[in-house]
T-cell receptor, first 110, second 112 residues
């Protein structure tokens, strides 16, 4: 069965520091992978997606993620955190249906 | 955002009452989904539709039913609401041949 695990339900970084949100997946077939962001009291917005091709994927707001098949990982990174990045982030795998991780809440300290 | 609206946006209801949530889309997307979001669980799929009158169960379908009589509308019904159904409900859509789901703004339901 497909599943997604996000390591750390809460991550706190200082403004300007590196953001690293971890996501590992299990899938019996080549997966499509997604990161979504949710700001307070809003719906989910797509940050980036991997379907095929280049394994380093760039998304909106300076985020990127790298698909590593050997590690079954799809970690999300951003070189320099901004206060506006504070939100909840969800990793998801698509095998017909979307399977979501539990979410990671990112806090950014001034 | 694929023109997705959800109504109502907030609702408080009593245990045992029926509740219907509506999702409306303007993009003519074939696929529509209902999720619930609960702390520590991410989003979990309740039901989905792959066309008018074509629906199927998701991961947490017990206590819920759906209907889709038009492409643009997908209704989620709680026949007899329970406190365990207090949650935030999201509708999503996806176009034919697409990989990305587009999400509505959510409905916060409280069952007292």
């Amino acid at each position: 069965a497909q599943s997604v695990t996000q390591l750390g339900s809460h991550v706190s970084v200082s403004e300007g520091a590196l953001v690293l949100l971890r996501c590992n997946y299990s899938s019996s077939v080549p997966p499509y992978l997604f990161w979504y962001v949710q700001y307070p009291n809003q719906g989910l917005q797509l940050l980036l997606k991997y379907t095929t091709g280049a394994t380093l994927v760039k998304g909106i707001n300076g985020f990127e993620a790298e698909f590593k098949k050997s590690e079954t990982s799809f970690h999300l990174t951003k070189p320099s955190a901004h206060m506006s990045d504070a939100a909840e982030y969800f990793c998801a795998v698509s095998v017909g249906k979307l399977i979501f991780g539990q979410g990671t809440e990112l806090s950014v300290k001034p | 955002d694929a023109g997705i609206t959800q109504s109502p946006r907030h609702k408080v209801t009593e245990t045992g009452t029926p509740v219907t949530l509506r999702c409306h889309q303007t993009e003519n997307h074939r696929y529509m989904y209902w999720y619930r979001q609960d702390p520590g669980h991410g989003l979990r799929l309740i039901h989905y539709s792959y066309g008018v009158k074509d629906t199927d169960k998701g991961e947490v379908s017990d206590g819920y039913s759906v209907s889709r009589s038009k492409t643009e509308d997908f209704l989620l019904t709680l026949e007899s609401a329970t406190s365990s159904q207090t949650s935030v409900y999201f509708c999503a859509t996806m176009g034919q041949g697409d990989y990305e789901q587009y999400f509505g703004p959510g409905t916060r339901l409280t069952v007292t």
